[in-house]
């Protein structure tokens, strides 16, 4: 549980600092292509610099890592696409409730079965979820990007599940390489052919600073998933991250909140107790 926690931790770090950057970042995809270099330098340290050593597994490692890269790009991509067309509200929503899918994946091909008391803990962390996104009058202008943005994020978490079951836990940290250069190459060739613009000096700073707790939320959730049941991992990691989140804006950036909001966080509350009895 520990490892979950500190994963928690980092994520909300992630959404932290991305607050802060609002209003300095010209070139958003510039930032991410910052991001995705600091993981990738931090991958390349915790494996010693040694990237494709002998090892059985690897290819599988190599292969999930490259898919897992694709797919995290593809999410950022999806959810600035459906921000423009479905507003913020709806994209964030739809980004979170990709949990579902990790859910899925879990139950179904790794026959991870929560009790009673955890199902409806993870009931009442979709509701939270959905309430405290909530927006009167919202409507989509796209529905089948938003389902995309839900199983493009969706499977990306889930990819950390996969390897977890079925790569070798010696090369966990060759994975994350493998994940975060595919995702900066890709974000490389997004930056110059897609004429994104130069890398400024918000940019340059921020894409680092986060990029740290990025990675190593990602090492830790990889890390807690050999302890904790994916079916309790995930609601956690996100509903826990949210109310982390939610609390900072309160707090640190003097944001109110709405009724509907606090008991959005009191089910978070209850959901958490729930998924962890």
């Not at 520990?2 to 802060?20: G, Q």
């Not at 991509?77 to 579902?100: A, D, H, I, Y």
């Not at 859910?103 to 509701?127: D, K």
């Not at 804006?249 to 209850?270: M, N, P, S, Y």
Request: hydrophobic share 55%; net charge positive; proline share 3%.
């Amino acid at each position: 549980m520990v490892y979950l926690i500190l994963a928690v931790f980092c994520s909300a770090m992630v959404s932290i600092l991305m607050r802060l950057s609002e209003g300095k970042i010209r070139n958003n995809v510039g930032m991410l292509l910052m991001n995705y270099l600091m993981c990738t330098l931090l991958g390349m340290g915790y494996v010693g610099f040694d990237l494709y050593p002998q090892t059985q597994g690897l290819p599988f490692a190599t292969r999930l890592g490259m898919v897992n890269g694709v797919l995290y790009l593809a999410s950022f991509l999806l959810l600035q696409r459906n921000v423009k067309t479905n507003g913020v509200v709806l994209s964030s929503t739809f980004m979170k409730l990709g949990l579902l899918v990790t859910m899925a994946v879990s139950v179904c091909f790794f026959g991870e079965q929560p009790g009673l008391v955890q199902s409806l803990g993870f009931v009442i962390a979709v509701a939270a979820i959905i309430l405290i996104n909530y927006a009167p009058g919202q409507s989509a202008g796209n529905k089948w990007g938003l389902i995309l943005l839900l199983l493009g994020g969706g499977m990306a978490d889930a990819m950390s599940k996969i390897f977890e079951q079925l790569g070798n836990p010696a090369l966990a940290d060759h994975f994350l390489l493998y994940t975060f250069l595919v995702a900066l190459i890709l974000c490389a060739l997004l930056n110059v052919f897609g004429k994104k613009g130069k890398v400024g000096q918000w940019e340059a700073f921020f894409g680092p600073v986060i990029g740290i707790p990025n990675f190593l939320s990602s090492k830790f959730l990889l890390r807690a998933l050999k302890d904790v049941a994916a079916v309790i991992a995930y609601p956690v990691y996100s509903v826990a991250g949210i109310l982390l989140v939610t609390l900072a804006g309160v707090v640190f950036f003097r944001e109110r909140l709405e009724k509907r909001q606090w008991l959005a966080l009191g089910l978070i509350l209850t959901a958490l107790v729930l998924l962890n009895l």
